[in-house]
T-cell receptor, first 111, second 113 residues
């Protein structure tokens, strides 16, 4: 069964304190890994697509990386506006048009 | 340009009643998805529409759930004989066909009393 596990469930950082969020998966023949950001009361917002091990993508203070078993979302010198829940997702092993999502990491950046 | 819109934003209903949720995707997006998100949980896939192909209904949790889409436009998700465990946020997303790059609406928060 396709599994996506995110850790930690919640993370509190001080403004400027860098850290990383983890997304591990058990899908074989990965057809992409996707990161989303979700603010309270809103739908998820697409951030990144990663397709192959070693690939990296950056956007402002966020950098996503991918290995054969997991992905990391690195956040450098975060600001309070980076506070959100970060979700990762992979396509179902069969039926690649469907996504299975992790439970998310709730990130809080204190000023 | 307009994003994905959903209505109503909130719906409170009594157990046993039927509800209908609406999604207006981004114009030109051929793919449309419905998800359910319970409090503090990730997204649970429900159903997927792609153009005129038969929808993928494999995520619907029971036969009380159904969805329709008119061409490449509006979709409705219907839940019959609602139960308390149906309480959740129902999210709709559309895309140009790339499975992972989906654009989400704000969701409909359903509360079944």
């Amino acid at each position: 069964e396709d599994q996506v596990t995110q850790s930690p469930e919640a993370l509190r950082l001080q403004e400027g304190e860098s850290s990383s969020l983890n997304c591990s998966y058990t899908v074989s023949g990965l057809r992409g890994l996707f990161w989303y950001r979700q603010d309270p009361g809103k739908g998820p917002e697409f951030l990144f697509t990663l397709y192959s091990a070693g690939e990296e993508k950056e956007k402002e203070r966020l950098k996503a990386t991918l290995t054969k078993k997991e992905s990391f979302l690195h956040i450098t010198a975060p600001k309070p506006e980076d506070s959100a829940t970060y979700l990762c997702a992979v396509p179902f092993q069969q039926g690649a048009q469907k996504l299975v999502f992790g439970q998310g990491t709730r990130l809080t950046i204190n000023p | 340009g307009a994003g994905v819109s959903q209505s109503p934003s909130n719906k409170v209903t009594e157990k046993g009643k039927d509800v209908e949720l609406r999604c207006d995707p981004i114009s030109g997006h051929t793919a449309l998805y419905w998800y359910r998100q319970r409090l503090g949980q990730g997204l649970e896939f429900l159903i997927y529409f792609q153009g005129n192909s038969a929808p993928d209904k494999s995520g619907l949790p029971s036969d009380r759930f159904s969805a329709e889409r008119t061409g490449e436009s509006v979709s409705t998700l219907t839940i019959q004989r609602t139960q308390q465990e149906d309480s959740a946020v129902y999210l709709c997303a559309s895309s140009l066909g790339r499975v992972g790059e989906q654009f989400f609406g704000p969701g409909t928060r359903l509360t079944v009393l």
